[in-house]
């Protein structure tokens, strides 16, 4: 499609022309805060994946928080997990020890976790240097899922077991992602997926319950029917 410049074409001319299968689509005038709104526009009325790729992290943080204003990517009602999400990069730096940051990886497994099984249009903001960043190949990803049931039989000790193997950490109190602790029949941990970490009530091996819990106060609150388990390192 030609180039157009923003202040004589609609967003609604853009959705249609991305409807009809166009794939050179050009805009001009449109400041970041526009561009996102745009966007969020576009993800409502296409119902498709989209990927919006800055040039660094910055601008992406930026993108991704406009974007969550905008609403984007929202579904009603809202699933377990939200549908927009940053995929980020490592931040390596060679005066610091060698190390990945663990909100970072999640991010990281989070989004290809829903660009790899999502059913529902889901948004990713990702910058060039992120995309660059190799993640494990999808087999191994895929073996390194743990989807839980109420109800089910589990080996505990087997699980505890995939969980450092997954890159995570065993904390007295969880108060972060990647983390877990182990008191008794109750197992906490913090999964890349949510926003808030779950505890998991054993009684033997059955898994008995499972709550979301507030980090700060420790306290139990709202009940799952089901919990999608992702390693937490992405090396």
């Not at 990069?89 to 970072?104: K, N, Q, S, W």
């Not at 699980?159 to 969880?174: A, I, N, S, T, W």
Request: aromatic share 10%; hydrophobic share 45%.
């Amino acid at each position: 499609m030609d180039h157009g410049n923003f202040s004589s074409f609609r967003w609604q001319d853009a959705a249609a022309a991305l409807a009809r299968g166009d794939r050179d689509l050009h805009l001009f005038g449109l400041n970041p805060v526009a561009g996102a709104y745009v966007l969020s526009r576009l993800g409502h009325i296409l119902r498709c994946p989209i990927l919006l790729i800055t040039p660094n992290g910055d601008s992406a943080e930026v993108f991704l928080k406009d974007l969550t204003f905008f609403g984007a990517a929202v579904t009603e009602p809202p699933g377990p997990w939200p549908l927009l999400g940053g995929f980020p990069a490592h931040e390596i730096l060679t005066f610091r020890p060698l190390g990945l940051d663990a909100e970072v990886s999640a991010a990281r497994l989070a989004g290809a976790y829903l660009a790899l099984t999502s059913r529902e249009p889901f948004f990713l903001v990702a910058s060039a240097a992120a995309l660059r960043e190799k993640l494990p190949p999808q087999s191994r990803l895929q073996e390194a899922w743990t989807y839980l049931v109420i109800g089910e039989e589990i080996p505990r000790q087997d699980f505890l077991q995939k969980l450092q193997q997954g890159g995570y950490e065993r904390r007295p109190l969880v108060e972060d992602r990647g983390e877990f602790s182990v008191r008794g029949g109750i197992i906490d941990l913090f999964p890349p997926l949510y926003d808030r970490p779950v505890r998991l009530e054993f009684w033997g091996d059955v898994l008995e319950s499972l709550r979301f819990f507030d980090p700060a106060s420790q306290r139990s609150q709202n009940s799952l029917e089901d919990l999608v388990v992702l390693p937490a390192s992405d090396c």
